[in-house]
């Protein structure tokens, strides 16, 4: 059980959409990192791996700028991935400076049993929700993520720090 809302001025800023969202958003963030804790890999990494997943091969230049991670972080995060079994680094064919980044067959099975654990975690948040209304919420979730130009697939605090001003 995630535990109960507990007191909160429904009118005031405790019980704004706002804050509500941001609540509920960090508390998913801590849930979801506790899920994959036991795979052995971070947030981060599977955002990596995820992007990868949906979109290969990128090299490393181009993981950095879609996901929003400084390039030298990259490249230890690419080698922690690496030693990890779930990446390859490949000389591009285009650049012979850059890196292409494939996954490994081990890297889409992480990406497979997070993607699973993720069903959980949808189960555990929305549990109090009948399916009518998880389909609406998430639809409502997405058009406003739409609205506000967010990425698909990538969270904004990816890259390890929170964008100081709206774009």
Known sequence: MIGRVVGGDPKGYGGSMAFLLSQVGA?????FA??????GIT????AIL????A?????????????????????SLIDELEASGWVRRHRSP?????FEIHLTTAGREVVTQVNALVVSLNEELAGALAPAERAAFTSQLTRIAQSLELESAIHPHVAGR?????P
């Open 27 to 31: 508390r998913t963030a801590q849930l």
């Open 34 to 39: 506790a899920q994959i804790a036991p795979l």
């Open 43 to 46: 947030p981060r990494a599977f």
């Open 50 to 53: 995820s992007n990868l997943g």
């Open 55 to 75: 979109r290969q091969p990128q090299t490393q230049q181009q993981l950095a700028d879609g996901l929003g991670i400084h390039r030298n972080n990259m490249v």
């Open 94 to 98: 285009d650049d012979r400076r850059a």
């Open 162 to 166: 929170a964008h100081a001003s709206p």
